[in-house]
């Protein structure tokens, strides 16, 4: 087994809500609420959910870009928690984000060139001649031109920015992107050119993903395991294939039914899932599914159901693979 | 694949894009502002030059020929000491320039750095910065000049001071709100995640994405700070005489107002032009880069 890259252990983040005149803090939202997992060295890890899942705050959070209230992130089998601000701004030279909106995540007032040059100045990486140099390579790398560096963002599609968003990813030579919906604001025709440069990538520099979406065919396109995310919490975490032709946990079955299939006259039982997506703020008790589960049963509503491993390299936290009782 | 999205080498001469340039290319199109542009250029070469131009002197008194109206010597007349209106306007234009210019630059750096203190780091530092704001905005800027001016007794060196500070939260609410939403950008949450020191966020990032309404703000804020400095002037708190400042004249003129009207026309209306140029100009600023402030 190789070795893990990141070790998320019961990773949980608490927004305090205040309310009121005098701001007084009336409750929270669990928007991370006991979430593990690892990954490891050049995979993959796709994470999808539902909007206001947690899996966008799971990925700032590895980036603390927020701080987490309990739990563990370790990176290279360091805490991050424990790192100074300098010991973190060393370490996000190995950690980089890919952003969801390629339209917002460019300063518009920057050049090209200086958006890409930024990220080297920050971390003291090479001097202005080879800092030039590697801007242009790697605006080659991305499938752009060097002449292009002069430019400002406006002057660029939308597909153009997001290669751009993952040239300055890749400046610092990171071992780990994580791809926060980095297709979702594309169209579908461009989706495919962004998936296929970040698998290219991925091959010629050795790169590790966690690539958060909602979107369960881009997630299949591109991943190792997939991670699947409901209220805050991982209720299945699986190899890809085991996970897109085998789903155990009643909410990814649901989710994986309401993939439209590129047949007319394809019929299937339909699953649909009833009711909203609970308040994180009040979460149901037991397992947080149970408000919408067509198999719930007395012991869902009662107990919050562990991650169990049921085959090799296929979890789930469902009650109804718990043979133990 | 990659054949597909490289673009090709060759480029035709294209034209130059940026923000700036940008907003410069609509600016020039605006034709009243362009009239705007074209009065304040002429009032700060008048500033620059003056003393080439002026035929006399600010103090040069010839009792004999007081109250004189326009005539071919004296083109806009005399004053009640005999003085050359024509010089004393002309040379006043340094005056009033100087202030409204210093005095804006002045408040637009403090209230940038207040504005941008309060809005990025939040908290208990933009509650004080913020009520600071509220505190000085309560008083008529007027009144609060007068007060300071009164504390510091009445020079023009004083009067400018006076007029920056009451312009200090104009700036300082305009670039605390803008902040507040650059910083919730994802381009500034990229830049924390390649990490980047705060610093550099702040000037770097932020503060050039706020730089737009400051320049517009700060046009219309001279026109404002010339009126007050005139003003000032007007109630004996500015200039002192004999610097030829226009309010400060128009107060001496009040006396002679029927019999010799020239010597308050000529000196209202430099501060009229000036005012309407640089608030011409300031719109057409608005329009050009800041299309969002409009109304």
């Not at chain 1, 390579?137 to 751009?164: A, C, K, M, T, W």
């Not at chain 1, 019929?267 to 899932?273: A, D, F, G, K, N």
């Not at chain 2, 609509?26 to 080439?52: D, E, R, T, Y």
């Not at chain 2, 390649?194 to 966020?201: A, E, L, T, Y």
Request: net charge positive; hydrophobic share 45%.
């Amino acid at each position: 087994m190789k070795r893990p890259l990141i070790k998320v252990d019961n990773l949980q983040k608490h927004f305090p809500v205040h309310s009121g005149m005098l701001g007084r803090k009336t409750g929270v939202i669990k928007a991370v609420d006991g979430v593990s997992f690892e990954v490891y060295e050049g995979e993959t890890l796709g994470i999808v959910g539902e909007s206001g899942c947690g899996k966008s705050t799971t990925g700032r959070l590895i980036m603390r870009l927020l701080d987490y209230t309990d739990g563990s992130i370790e990176i290279n089998g360091q805490q991050i928690s424990k790192l100074s601000k300098q010991e973190m701004r060393v370490m996000r030279r190995d950690i980089q984000m890919v952003f969801q909106d390629p339209y917002a995540s460019l300063n518009p007032r920057h050049t090209i060139g200086k958006i890409l040059e930024e990220p080297l100045i920050v971390h003291g990486l090479g001097n202005a001649k080879e800092r030039k140099v590697k801007v242009s390579e790697f605006l080659n790398i991305v499938g752009l031109s060097d002449y292009h560096s002069s430019r400002y963002p406006h002057q660029f599609s939308g597909g153009q920015r997001q290669r751009i968003g993952i040239a300055r990813a890749l400046m610092t030579n990171p071992k780990l992107i994580i791809a926060d919906e980095p297709v979702s604001a594309l169209d579908v025709s461009i989706q495919a050119q962004v998936l296929n440069l970040m698998q290219k990538l991925q091959k010629d520099l050795g790169l590790t993903y966690i690539f958060i979406a909602h979107d369960l065919g881009v997630v299949r396109h591109i991943s190792n395991r997939v991670g699947v995310m409901y209220l805050g919490k991982m209720v299945e975490l699986a190899v890809s294939e085991l996970l897109y032709e085998e789903p155990l946990h009643p909410y990814t079955q649901a989710l994986l039914a309401s993939v439209p299939v590129p047949d007319p006259n394809f019929s299937r039982e339909i699953t649909l899932l009833e009711g909203d997506i609970p308040s994180a703020s009040d979460p149901p008790s037991g397992c947080a599914f149970h408000t919408r589960c067509p198999f719930k049963m007395d012991r869902c509503v009662q107990q919050v159901p562990q991650m169990i491993t049921v085959k090799p390299g296929h979890s789930v936290a469902c009650h109804l693979y718990d043979r133990t009782q | 694949m990659s054949e597909a999205i490289v673009t090709p080498k060759k480029q035709v001469k294209e034209r130059k894009s940026g923000p700036w340039r940008d907003g410069w290319r609509s600016f020039k199109k605006n034709k009243i502002a362009l009239i705007g542009a074209m009065l304040v250029l002429f009032f700060v070469s008048l500033a620059i030059f003056g003393p080439l131009l002026a035929p006399q002197g600010i103090n040069e008194q010839m009792l004999a020929n007081k109250l004189q109206p326009p005539s071919a010597e004296h083109w806009f007349g005399t004053d009640d000491l005999g003085r050359d209106v024509y010089s004393r306007v002309i040379l006043g234009a340094r005056i009033s320039l100087l202030v409204g210019f210093l005095s804006v630059i002045a408040s637009a750096i403090v209230g940038s750095f207040l504005g941008i203190m309060a809005g990025y780091y939040g908290r208990w530092i933009d509650t004080i910065i913020s009520r600071l704001f509220d505190i000085l905005l309560a008083f008529p800027s007027i009144l609060l000049a007068i007060a300071i001016v009164a504390v510091l007794g009445p020079s023009l060196q004083n009067a400018l001071i006076a007029i920056a500070i009451i312009n200090v939260p104009n700036f300082g609410r305009l670039i605390r709100s803008r902040v507040l939403s650059i910083k919730e950008e994802e381009y500034i949450t990229a830049a924390k995640a390649i990490g980047m020191s705060d610093r550099r966020i702040l000037f770097s990032h932020i503060l050039p994405n706020a730089m737009t309404p400051i320049i517009v703000q700060g046009t219309l804020a001279i026109a404002t700070a010339i009126i007050e400095a005139a003003a000032l002037g007007f109630l004996g708190l500015g200039a002192q005489p004999p610097q030829p400042e226009w309010g400060k004249m128009l107060a001496d003129a009040r006396s002679y107002f029927i019999t010799a009207p020239w010597t308050m026309i000529f000196p209202g209306l430099s501060i009229m032009l000036v005012v309407l140029g640089f608030n011409l100009m300031g719109d057409g600023l608005r329009d050009a880069f800041d299309p969002k402030m409009k109304n």
